[in-house]
């Protein structure tokens, strides 16, 4: 969401709500079985190891414990969730 909106963004926003206002007069709640909306999130292939989870007890005199390399990331995907009135549609 924009932080500054123009005069015609914001008006052109209150058009919209004030549409969506009458709309919900009109038809009650009926009208949010209507409205899908959709959320996104960039999520990594594999989420790497936090530092906590790789400690281990162990006594201040013995060694530490090798750590193995984790592999290299395989980038970023676009997740996609669709939801209505009664739960999630499509993920």
């Given at each position: 969401m924009l932080k500054h909106l123009?005069?015609?963004q914001k008006i052109h926003?209150?058009?919209v709500?004030?549409?969506h206002f009458m709309r919900?007069?009109?038809m009650g709640y009926q009208l949010f079985s209507r409205i899908i909306a959709a959320d996104e999130i960039w999520r990594h292939h594999f989420d790497p190891d936090t530092k906590s989870k790789?400690?281990?007890w162990r006594y201040p005199s013995s060694p530490r414990?090798?750590?193995t390399r984790s592999p290299t990331?395989?980038?970023k995907v676009m997740l996609t969730c669709?939801?209505?009135a009664n739960g999630q549609l499509l993920l």
């Open positions: 123009t005069e015609n926003r209150m058009s709500s004030m549409q919900f007069q009109e790789s400690m281990d414990p090798k750590k990331r395989g980038g669709f939801f209505d």
